[in-house]
Nanobody, 116 residues
Framework: VQLQASGGGLVQAGGSLRLSCAAS????????MGWYRQGPGKQRERVAS???????NYADSVRGRFTISRDNAKNTVYLQMNSLKVEDTAVYYC???????????WGQGTLVTVSS
């Protein structure tokens, strides 16, 4: 299984970014997928998830600003991030929900930096 997160960058507060997670070795349409982030000096936290059935869930801190979606044909999961805040600065990772306890399953992630 390989999950390649991309799309991070530097953006001003209030701006938007869209992250992509290209998957191989796993079918995202039949697996719950999640976006996670780890900010400076913080523990990794779940930001958003989408079940195999398409049900989405969000952390309270991003609800209404972030949207998780997927393109089954491209086997890719997305995270649309709007109204970004400085506190959204973090390395963002995607992972399949069944793998999150395996520390070796986490890729490099993509860095999002929000400036004030």
């Amino acid at each position: 299984v390989q999950l390649q997160a991309s799309g991070g960058g530097l953006v001003q507060a209030g701006g938007s970014l869209r992250l992509s997670c290209a998957a191989s070795g796993i079918r995202i349409s039949t697996n719950g997928m999640g976006w996670y982030r780890q900010g400076p000096g913080k523990q990794r936290e779940r930001v958003a998830s989408i079940s195999a059935g398409g049900i989405t869930n969000y952390a309270d801190s991003v609800r209404g600003r972030f949207t998780i979606s997927r393109d089954n044909a491209k086997n890719t999961v997305y995270l649309q991030m709007n109204s970004l805040k400085v506190e959204d600065t973090a390395v963002y990772y995607c992972n399949a929900l069944y793998r999150i306890r395996d520390e070796g399953s986490w890729g490099q992630g993509t860095l999002v930096t929000v400036s004030s």
